[in-house]
């Protein structure tokens, strides 16, 4: 963070590279603060996971029980979105799930990197998503995937312009959903900066601008509140249209 | 406490009557009790995830699914003009049709309900 005179709230996403590995057919490869948060919440999961699971008692501890809704959770999300023959597909949902919200949750620790807040990553994310999507629906339906293309009792006329629009709104399902995250992430703490950033600019004014501080400091506190919300939510969001989307790719009639 | 009851008032009253009429009594109120605590604990529960939660997210989900729709229009058309040398329609065209396909997501998310 910067001083009370020089607020720079977009200071956080910058992205640093911790150890330099080489180039890589003229790319720069570097193990940045990004991967390492990323590192951090895989070791946190698998961590959190083990330890919960340890005791293997039938009726759980205080961990335990913790574990187990998480995953009771996410199973009846996946049971209810894509039925018992999708739950193949649930280590997969499963740990996109508890990734973005590892991420997301870290990222609500002051000083502490978003990961989830560069599109890159969750334009990655979206991209793994919508191949699977691609690659299961060709794998199960073969050439049958492209009637998702092609909705029923369209007449013939304007089939050519209706397929168009649903291969453009196929194409906008990845970038929708990499934004959303991504779009999230970034103004929500973006939001929270500027209004923390109030709190001492205000403060520097002598005892008024103390009493003006209580207002966004009082914001902060609900933005904060806010932003825990908003971290579960689109993890979770996140997971809800991958089972959407595999869906589509089990059932491709609309 | 219901064995000093029993014992008490034993000689008095016909027993089976009363403790049929003391059973039935209290399975009500126990029902009634158990009614609005149920109703409490359902109303503070429900606002917090249904009310608030699903609709927030909903939202987002409507304006990104019409964002990306439109988005991908303009990217497809840009990349049709470069290949093709037909600059503005192929913009234009494509951008329209991300816009049909936008509001056609947000359509069917909205009818889907989930």
Redesign the interface.
């Known amino acids: 963070m910067a001083t009370a005179d020089k607020v720079d709230p977009v200071h956080q996403f910058i992205v640093n590279d911790l150890i330099p590995l080489g180039r890589v057919a003229d790319m720069k490869l570097a193990f940045q603060n990004s991967s390492l948060f990323m590192f951090v919440a895989v070791a946190l999961i698998i961590g959190f996971l083990l330890i919960g699971t340890r005791a293997r008692k039938l009726v759980p501890g205080r961990m335990q029980s913790v574990v187990e809704m998480l995953y009771e959770f996410m199973a009846g999300t996946v049971r209810q ?1 894509l039925g018992e023959e999708g739950m193949k597909f649930f280590p997969f949902v499963f740990s996109l799930f508890t990734f973005i919200l590892a991420l997301n949750l870290l990222g609500m620790v002051p000083y502490f990197f978003t990961v989830t807040s560069q599109i890159v990553v969750t334009a990655s994310l979206a991209l793994l998503v919508i191949f699977t999507v691609i690659i299961v629906g060709f794998v199960k339906n073969g050439i049958g995937f492209v009637k998702l293309f092609v909705p029923h009792g369209v007449p013939m006329v304007l089939l050519p312009l209706i397929s ?3 291969i ?2 196929f ?3 990845p ?3 990499s ?2 995250l991504f ?2 992430m970034l103004a929500g703490h973006i939001v929270l900066k500027v209004f923390a950033g109030f709190i001492g600019t205000l403060g520097a004014f002598g005892f008024f601008g103390v009493l003006g501080a209580i207002a966004p400091f009082l914001m902060t506190i609900a933005i904060t509140a806010l932003e825990f ?1 908003v971290a579960f ?2 993890a ?2 996140f997971a ?2 991958t089972c ?1 989307y595999l869906k589509d790719a089990l059932h491709p009639h609309h | 406490m219901n064995d000093d009851r029993r014992e008490g008032g034993g000689g008095e009253v016909p027993p089976g009557h009363s403790d049929q009429d003391d059973l039935a009594g209290r399975k009500a109120r126990l029902e009634q009790t158990l009614a609005k605590v149920k109703g409490v604990r359902d109303k503070q529960r429900a606002p917090e995830r249904t009310d608030f ?1 699903t609709n ?2 909903k939202a ?2 409507l ?3 019409f ?3 439109v ?3 303009a990217v ?1 058309g840009w990349g049709f003009d470069q290949l093709l040398g037909t600059s503005p329609i192929g913009l234009v065209v ?1 951008l329209l ?2 816009f ?3 509001v ?2 947000m359509v069917r998310t909205g009818r ?1 309900g ?1």
């Open positions: 979105v168009l629009i649903e453009i709104s194409f906008a399902r970038v929708s959903l934004l959303r779009g999230n919300l939510l689109q979770f969001v809800v249209l959407v | 939660g927030y997210s987002f989900r304006a990104s699914e964002t990306g729709g988005l991908v229009g497809l494509f049709l991300g049909a396909a936008g056609m997501a889907s989930d």
